[in-house]
């Protein structure tokens, strides 16, 4: 069993930068792909950013690509999302999840709240 604990999230106002983390456990946390994923009210969930678990290749989606950056800290066992020059179409509900063996995110946080204002 894996379990995620996110944190960081919060208010900011236009322009602003957070740093969410997400505590994984698990022993085998160099192996698992990590991702960020979004839900905005009203709105299905999306992809933001992945941290391939090989070569450690990020991916980023064309909304907050240049903005945020995914990171790794095997260490800690944690991925971290920096975001940057935040937009309040950013405002939305942020999960990281993990996928253990290639075959789809198997794992999620509880999701931690982001508020951009205007």
């Known amino acids: 069993q894996v379990q995620l604990d996110e944190s960081g999230g919060g208010y900011v106002q236009t322009g602003g930068s957070l740093r969410l983390s997400c505590a994984v456990s698990g022993r085998a946390f160099t192996s698992y792909t990590l991702a960020w994923f979004r839900q905005s009210p009203g709105k299905e969930r999306e992809f933001v950013a992945v941290?391939?678990?090989?070569?450690?290749?990020?991916y980023y989606a064309n909304s907050v690509r240049g903005r945020f950056s995914i990171s790794r800290d095997n260490a800690k066992n944690t991925v971290y999302l920096q975001m940057n020059s935040l937009k309040p179409e950013d405002t939305a509900v942020y999960y990281c999840?993990?996928?253990?063996?290639?075959?789809?995110?198997?794992?999620w946080g509880q999701g931690t709240q982001v508020i951009v204002s205007s």
């Open positions: 999840a993990v996928d253990v063996d290639s075959g789809g995110y198997d794992y």
């Open positions: 941290i391939r678990n090989d070569d450690g290749r990020t």
